[in-house]
């Protein structure tokens, strides 16, 4: 960890913020089990959550995906997650919604059985680190965030 010697204060980084990754998928086959999307090309018919979601606690508690878009949330706020039909109709041939079709609205304390172990904010972005301007400037803005406490 970064410590300013002066202040004594952490200085937080992609390598020592930590995110809790949501389990995403356990999510959505609950939601698939719950309200089945229907097969209209004869395939296997499901939701998913795209993009990498993650919660992290400190230095503030935010939600966060893997090319750091995301927010500040508290405890009372409620976390939205949106399903996206997808039918595997074999190995080579899938459909795909461009648009979600369902949307799910979570406490913290609700999704907390979902979370997988920590990881740092630079293993969560997994090959979306650095991977373009953006991306790199949506970083920047987070890590200049959570310092400016």
Not at 116 to 137: A, C, F, Q, S, W
Request: hydrophobic share 30%.
């Amino acid at each position: 960890m970064v410590t300013n010697t002066k202040t004594a204060r952490t200085i937080w980084t992609e390598h020592n913020v930590m995110v809790h990754p949501l389990d995403t998928k356990r999510i959505a086959d609950e939601v698939t089990q719950k309200r089945p999307p229907k097969a209209e090309h004869g395939g296997e018919a499901f939701y998913k959550v795209r993009g990498e979601q993650g919660i992290v606690f400190e230095p503030k508690l935010s939600i966060i995906d893997d090319e750091c878009c995301g927010s500040d949330i508290t405890k009372k706020d409620k976390v939205v997650l949106y399903f996206y039909e997808e039918e595997r109709v074999n190995e080579r041939q899938s459909y795909f919604s461009m648009f979600p079709s369902l949307e799910g609205h979570y406490t913290i304390d609700e999704l907390k059985p979902y979370l997988l172990p920590p990881v740092d904010l630079k293993t969560h972005m997994g090959e979306r680190y650095n991977y373009n301007g953006r991306i790199e400037n949506n970083l920047y803005n987070w890590l200049k965030h959570f310092n400016s406490h």
